[in-house]
């Protein structure tokens, strides 16, 4: 599997835990795409987490998650 898509999943900010959880130890998944989840800023930093140390995610959409500058930082750290 390279692809995921959740969109409109409601999994919030908890199953965002979950999923980062996974994302860490995951070396195949390219793609994600988590929009309309209610992820929130809460979500994006665990996300963030996980993207420090999986390299092989090249795309991920979070629109419509209700993100906003704390998020935003949180997915900025990641990518540095």
Known sequence: ITTIT???NNIGMEGAR???EALKINSS????DLR???????GV???????KSNLSVT?????DNNIVAEGARHLGEALK
């Open 6 to 8: 959740l969109d409109s």
């Open 18 to 20: 979950h999923f980062a």
């Open 29 to 32: 998944v390219t793609s994600i």
């Open 59 to 63: 795309t991920i959409n979070l629109s």
């Open 45 to 51: 930093r665990y996300l963030g987490e996980a993207l």
């Open 36 to 42: 309309s989840n209610r992820i929130g800023d809460e």
